[in-house]
């Protein structure tokens, strides 16, 4: 086949065709829907019409019957009594003609047969069972029985007559809404059919035209771009069908001779990625090698180098303590300035071996209780805290998990930091605390200390940097920075809050349990429901436990409540002074 290159699009087709359809269907439906209505309505005058109309025909009927035969009874028996039945057949039959006549509007017909029978029993009743019950209650059963003749009950039954017309009418007005039903129900049906004949034609025939205009014209073209992509990069496209695939095909041929001229460009950036590979594999075995020169440098700062440094610290301390006071003023300043130095060495490059091994020798994460870490805490510094006057406390705190030695030794820094670093006259008072902030724990040191300044907030996790001289605060700088390392290695940011009236906030966060998570999201979703109390709107805060200050002070051991407490180590409240 050639090209088609003019004609309707595939669009415009598929529009047409759908359109045609639609039109259809819409003017089908319509029609459906008319009819339905019309069903409807014939359904209801035969369901809330016809069918209580000869229910109360019947009912009327009745009521009749009923003043009829009370009437006779009355003048047989003369007791008042039996006409009881007469005055609630009167009623009974006024309000089943009220009834009926609510339903007449669309039956004319049937409306002059009632009023015939209403005549026919206003008549009977003025000349037949007034007068009855006038005269016996006058003079008695027997003048009463001697108006009860057979021209009485002649009357009588024109009044029965009467209602058997309205009753036969009343059939008549059914049977022809019944036989409306049925027609328009036909009528429906056949609707249904020609929609039904309409979209199977539809359907044939897009399917027919999909065939021939979509899925040929496609498969073509698939063929085509399997022979290209097997390797055959020269064989042209060329597409059959309507302008777009016309138009597709002109593109993927388009494409294969852009594929075919960047085949060169191809091979070449190949031939360059090799070589970046070989580059950086050499270079990542420079790095091996360098790591393990790291090491061998670090266990030589551990051993080789400190042994010296200890033997000159040993024997200047060894000068200091034999020849103090024998010497000069300025000698035992210059030996004490040689052991400060050497002890300051010492402490310089265990840091710095310190601040090397978090996260290189690893021991593996557990399930770590920071209450037990924070035992631990108070054990190491209790020398620093008796001397300070320290009082160290803490709430309950999580269990993460993460690695037991690093989080001691984090906590233990920004403890003895805080302790360290405390304003003159005024007992250091330092407490941690803990609070879930979405999934992770936030952990808060704050202290009563000098405080730090915004501008240097983010100084001061740097590596030996200081704000203050060593003669002011002793130590070397570098804390904080394995700190901030060891709040990272576990997963965690930390920061200084600068928002704080006094002191200094350290905070830092720590990965929290699943258990823990989904704890606190039950806990919430229960303050939420709507049966329980709703607590005081506190903006948009995050959802945070924290629990309170526990102590297992040896000489008072009471929880916030006033209730004895017997708990771990890591509960505790450590005042020192």
Same mark, same amino acid.
């Not at 309000?95 to 206003?122: C, F, K, S, T, W």
């Not at 091979?267 to 950086?280: D, H, K, P, T, Y």
């Not at 996260?359 to 209790?382: P, S």
């Not at 350290?506 to 919430?524: Q, S, Y």
């Given at each position: 086949?050639?090209?088609?290159?003019?004609?309707?699009?595939?669009?415009?087709?598929?529009?047409?065709?759908?359109?045609?359809?639609?039109?259809?269907?819409?003017?089908?439906?319509?029609?459906?829907?008319?009819?339905?209505?019309?069903?409807?309505?014939?359904?209801?005058?035969?369901?809330?019409?016809?069918?209580?109309?000869?229910?109360?025909?019947?009912?009327?009927?009745?009521?009749?019957?009923?003043?009829?035969?009370?009437?006779?009874?009355?003048?047989?028996?003369?007791?008042?009594?039996?006409?009881?039945?007469?005055?609630?057949?009167?009623?009974?039959?006024?309000?089943?003609?009220?009834?009926?006549?609510?339903?007449?509007?669309?039956?004319?017909?049937?409306?002059?047969?009632?009023?015939?029978?209403?005549?026919?029993?206003?008549?009977?009743?003025?000349?037949?069972?007034?007068?009855?019950?006038?005269?016996?209650?006058?003079?008695?059963?027997?003048?009463?029985?001697?108006?009860?003749?057979?021209?009485?009950?002649?009357?009588?039954?024109?009044?029965?007559?009467?209602?058997?017309?309205?009753?036969?009418?009343?059939?008549? =007005?059914?049977?022809?809404?019944?036989?409306?039903?049925?027609?328009?129900?036909?009528?429906?049906?056949?609707?249904?059919?020609?929609?039904?004949?309409?979209?199977?034609?539809?359907?044939?025939?897009?399917?027919?035209?999909?065939?021939?205009?979509?899925?040929?014209?496609?498969?073509?073209?698939?063929?085509?771009?399997?022979?290209?992509?097997?390797?055959?990069?020269?064989?042209?496209?060329?597409?059959? /069908?309507?302008?777009?695939?016309?138009?597709?095909?002109?593109?993927?041929?388009?494409?294969?001779?852009?594929?075919?001229?960047?085949?060169?460009?191809? $091979?070449?950036?190949?031939?360059?990625?090799?070589?970046?590979?070989?580059?950086?594999?050499?270079?990542?075995?420079?790095?091996?090698?360098?790591?393990?020169?790291?090491?061998?440098?670090?266990?030589?700062?551990?051993?080789?180098?400190?042994?010296?440094?200890?033997?000159?610290?040993?024997?200047?301390?060894?000068?200091?303590?034999?020849?103090?006071?024998?010497?000069?003023?300025? =000698?035992?300043?210059?030996?004490?300035?040689?052991?400060?130095?050497?002890?300051?060495?010492?402490?310089?490059?265990?840091?710095?071996?310190?601040?090397?091994?978090?996260?290189?020798?690893?021991?593996?994460?557990?399930?770590?209780?920071?209450?037990?870490?924070?035992?631990?805490?108070?054990?190491?510094?209790?020398?620093?805290?008796?001397?300070?006057?320290?009082?160290?406390?803490?709430?309950?705190?999580?269990?993460?998990?993460?690695?037991?030695?690093?989080?001691?030794?984090?906590?233990?820094?920004?403890?003895?930091?805080?302790?360290?670093?405390?304003?003159?006259?005024?007992?250091?008072?330092?407490?941690?605390?803990?609070?879930?902030?979405?999934?992770?724990?936030?952990?808060?040191?704050?202290?009563?200390?000098?405080?730090?300044?915004?501008?240097?907030?983010?100084?001061?996790?740097?590596?030996?940097?200081?704000?203050?001289?060593?003669?002011?605060?002793?130590?070397?700088?570098?804390?904080?920075?394995?700190?901030?390392?060891?709040?990272?290695?576990?997963?965690?940011?930390?920061?200084?809050?600068?928002?704080?009236?006094?002191?200094?906030?350290? $905070?830092?966060?720590?990965?929290?349990?699943?258990?823990?998570?989904? =704890?606190?999201?039950? =806990?919430?979703?229960?303050?939420?429901?709507?049966?329980?109390?709703?607590?005081?709107?506190?903006?948009?805060?995050?959802?945070?436990?924290?629990?309170?200050?526990?102590?297992? @002070?040896?000489?008072?051991? @009471?929880?916030?409540?006033?209730?004895?407490?017997? /708990?771990?180590?890591?509960?505790?409240?450590?005042?020192?002074?």
């Amino acid at each position: 086949m050639k090209p088609v290159v003019g004609g309707w699009s595939l669009r415009r087709r598929v529009i047409t065709l759908l359109t045609v359809v639609g039109v259809l269907l819409i003017g089908l439906a319509t029609a459906e829907a008319a009819m339905a209505a019309r069903n409807r309505t014939q359904i209801d005058a035969i369901l809330n019409q016809t069918g209580p109309l000869r229910v109360q025909s019947q009912e009327l009927l009745n009521a009749l019957l009923d003043q009829e035969t009370a009437v006779r009874g009355y003048a047989v028996s003369g007791k008042p009594a039996d006409l009881r039945p007469y005055r609630e057949g009167l009623a009974q039959e006024q309000n089943v003609v009220g009834a009926m006549r609510a339903l007449l509007d669309d039956y004319p017909q049937i409306g002059q047969e009632l009023r015939i029978v209403e005549e026919r029993a206003g008549q009977w009743r003025q000349s037949v069972a007034e007068p009855v019950i006038a005269i016996t209650e006058r003079s008695g059963t027997r003048a009463g029985q001697a108006l009860v003749t057979d021209q009485a009950r002649q009357q009588f039954d024109q009044v029965r007559s009467a209602v058997g017309d309205l009753q036969q009418e009343i059939l008549v =007005a059914r049977e022809k809404a019944a036989a409306a039903v049925r027609s328009s129900s036909n009528i429906l049906v056949v609707l249904l059919i020609v929609a039904a004949l309409v979209v199977v034609v539809a359907g044939a025939v897009l399917l027919l035209s999909l065939d021939r205009m979509v899925i040929r014209p496609l498969t073509g073209l698939a063929t085509q771009v399997r022979e290209v992509a097997e390797g055959d990069y020269q064989h042209r496209i060329a597409t059959v /069908g309507p302008p777009e695939f016309i138009r597709l095909g002109d593109d993927v041929d388009a494409m294969r001779q852009k594929i075919a001229s960047d085949l060169a460009e191809v $091979r070449e950036a190949r031939e360059r990625i090799e070589w970046v590979n070989s580059q950086l594999q050499k270079q990542a075995e420079e790095l091996t090698r360098s790591n393990r020169d790291l090491e061998q440098f670090a266990y030589v700062a551990s051993h080789d180098l400190q042994e010296p440094l200890r033997k000159v610290a040993s024997f200047c301390q060894l000068l200091q303590r034999r020849y103090a006071g024998q010497l000069d003023e300025r =000698a035992d300043q210059y030996i004490a300035f040689a052991v400060d130095g050497a002890q300051r060495m010492q402490r310089l490059i265990n840091d710095l071996l310190a601040f090397s091994r978090i996260g290189r020798l690893t021991t593996g994460f557990t399930e770590v209780d920071l209450n037990k870490v924070l035992g631990d805490v108070a054990g190491q510094t209790e020398a620093a805290r008796q001397y300070a006057d320290a009082e160290l406390t803490w709430t309950e705190m999580p269990v993460i998990r993460g690695e037991e030695p690093l989080l001691t030794n984090l906590l233990a820094n920004l403890v003895s930091n805080s302790i360290k670093f405390r304003r003159a006259d005024v007992p250091p008072k330092v407490h941690v605390s803990a609070r879930l902030v979405g999934t992770e724990w936030e952990i808060t040191c704050q202290d009563n200390g000098i405080g730090i300044e915004p501008e240097f907030a983010d100084k001061i996790f740097v590596i030996f940097q200081r704000l203050h001289s060593k003669d002011a605060y002793p130590g070397t700088g570098i804390g904080l920075a394995i700190v901030k390392k060891i709040v990272e290695y576990h997963g965690g940011r930390v920061w200084v809050d600068t928002d704080v009236a006094e002191g200094t906030a350290i $905070r830092f966060t720590l990965p929290a349990l699943p258990e823990d998570v989904e =704890a606190a999201a039950a =806990a919430a979703a229960a303050v939420d429901s709507p049966e329980q109390p709703q607590p005081p709107a506190t903006g948009d805060a995050p959802v945070s436990t924290e629990a309170p200050e526990q102590s297992t @002070d040896p000489d008072r051991r @009471d929880r916030a409540d006033g209730a004895p407490e017997s /708990g771990r180590t890591g509960d505790m409240r450590e005042t020192v002074g």
